[in-house]
């Protein structure tokens, strides 16, 4: 688990990609028992992991159309798929970070004090939350607090 990611968290996103299908496959062998600790812990990492992932390189431009920047809104595609993996699963686990991540752009003065790069990521993962998080969740009756 640790060589994937360890190879998962690699600056570079065509060697990142390259365990995003194996690392699916592992998350779904928790689905029986995602409420475990030690699963908790381990889906916990992967989504750490993820949400890092998430944010464009410096060497990037963040508006661009260039083939860099179309390939790497294609492996965010990829991360988002892990994530909805995992929120299938433990949507809470999906849920608290982001919270902490929107607590951090608030705190920032709504971003203006933190990097482009780093306040865009936080935005598109708001944005893609309906696409993380199952529409069964969505669409529930249940009140999460």
Avoid: W
């Avoid at 592992?26 to 699963?39: G, I, P, R």
Wanted: proline share 3%.
């Amino acid at each position: 688990m640790d060589s994937l990611l360890l190879v998962l968290d690699n600056e570079d996103p065509e060697l990142s990609e390259l365990v995003i299908y194996t690392l699916r496959s592992y998350v779904a062998l928790f689905k029986d028992k995602c409420m475990e600790e030690k699963a908790t812990s381990v889906l916990t990492r992967i989504v750490s992991v993820c949400l890092r992932r998430f944010v464009i390189s410096e060497e990037l431009d963040v508006d661009g159309l260039g083939e860099d920047e179309i390939e790497f809104a294609d492996y965010r595609k990829e991360l988002r798929g892990v994530l909805n993996t995992i929120g299938t699963m433990r949507v809470d686990l999906i849920v608290a970070p982001l919270e902490a991540l929107v607590a951090e752009v608030a705190a920032s003065g709504g971003g203006t004090a933190m990097p482009i790069a780093r306040l865009e990521a936080i935005v598109q993962l708001v944005h893609g939350l309906v696409e993380i998080i199952p529409v069964f969740f969505n669409s529930s009756k249940r009140i999460v607090s």
